[in-house]
């Protein structure tokens, strides 16, 4: 008589991201190619800047911008998701990269309205400096999420940027560094950066596999349909565009 034994299952245990990291090397050529995406990707987030600041003179609010930018941009990344044959619905990542993904999504969202919130109450200039003090951001979480290299030269130029930002924000004011004079709409900008400094990490965490229009979709979506939301729980009076050309490319 075959005796049989229930033979015990195993599940692999999965590398964590730091052995992936060490794992992975980044050429010159792909450094550069990237170094160039991050100019571009500047760009065009200065020309929506300005895009946000014309229709938020215009009577848009910056849950109203949020709503327009995140359907606009949800059809265009499903269409895109279409032509590449990415399913951004099929869930094979597992929860550890997904909830990334959520945050990426959710946080990107929060940082962004904050700074529409700015940019509709701050000059220009002084919005876009302290929003874009979200690199100084991302390498501190970097370092404490990710144990990446933050030497002491880099904290001390961080600590000078800072400094300068402040005094970009209250000139020639020495109580910058204790925080006094800077206004509630400063503090939205600053808050934006560190928001959007959190989803870029979390981008990082996600890792490689995770293709970007997954990224894309998902903060298109949550853009959206929460954005929609709150303006609804707020009473906001709906804003459409005039029947200008130059109003729906502004939306668009």
Known sequence: MAIFER??????????????????????NEQR???GLAALSAIAFAAMALLVRILADSGFT?????T??????AVCSLGACAALKVNPFKVHMGWEKFKWVAVRAVFGVIGH??????????????????????????????????????TKDQRWL????????????????PLTLLGIGISKWSICALLGAVSVALAYVSIRIAGPRVHP??????????????SALLAWIQGESW????????EWTAVL
Do not use: C
């Open 62 to 66: 910056p849950l109203q911008i949020m």
């Open 7 to 28: 033979s015990r299952l195993t599940v692999p245990e999965l590398p964590s991201y730091n052995s992936i990291r060490q794992s992975v090397t980044i050429t010159g």
């Open 158 to 173: 961080m600590f000078i940027a800072l400094f300068g930002i402040g005094l970009v924000v209250v000139p020639l004011s």
């Open 68 to 73: 327009w930018r995140g359907g606009v941009q």
């Open 213 to 226: 229009l997954v990224h894309v979709v998902y903060f298109s979506l949550v853009a959206g349909v929460g």
């Open 33 to 35: 190619k990237g170094l």
């Open 113 to 150: 309205l904050l700074y529409y919130t700015a940019l509709a109450k701050l000059s220009m200039g002084v919005a876009t400096v302290l929003f874009f003090t979200n690199p100084i951001f991302t390498a501190i979480l970097a370092h404490w999420m990710l144990d990446e290299t933050f």
């Open 239 to 246: 804003h459409m565009p005039n029947n200008t050309a130059a």
